[in-house]
């Protein structure tokens, strides 16, 4: 069983920049690819960005493939989302989920996070 918490959510000018955690419980961590989400009001939730195990290889959706950077620390038990120059369309709930492998898929994801809001003003 694993427990996800995010958190650095908040309301964030165009262009600005906010960093997204995800805390993760229990001693595997490393066990897991994790990967982060987000659904806006009004549409399906999507795929962001992932890593594997050993963060070693990455993975983005091409909507924020150069703005958003994904990284781990295995030692803390923490997955990052980097979001730089952002845009109003990134405005949505943010979750980060494990998976026992690397995917793009969302229903590969066994746990989830509660969500953390992030809101980009025009």
């Known amino acids: 069983q694993v427990q996800l918490v995010e958190s650095g959510g908040g309301l964030v000018q165009a262009g600005g920049s906010l960093r997204l955690s995800c805390a993760a419980s229990g001693r595997t961590f490393s066990s897991y690819a994790m990967g982060w989400f987000r659904q806006a009001p009004g549409k399906e939730r999507e795929f962001v960005a992932t890593?594997?195990?050993?963060?070693?290889?990455?993975y983005y959706a091409h909507s924020v493939k150069g703005r958003f950077t994904i990284s781990r620390d295995n030692a803390k038990n923490t997955v990052y989302l980097q979001m730089n120059s952002l845009k109003p369309e990134d405005t949505a709930v943010y979750y980060c989920?494990?998976?026992?492998?690397?995917?793009?898929?969302?229903?590969?994801?066994?746990?989830w996070g509660q969500g953390t809001q992030v809101t980009v003003s025009s």
């Open positions: 989920a494990a998976a026992r492998s690397f995917s793009l898929s969302g229903s590969d994801y066994n746990y």
């Open positions: 890593i594997s195990r050993s963060g070693s290889s990455t």
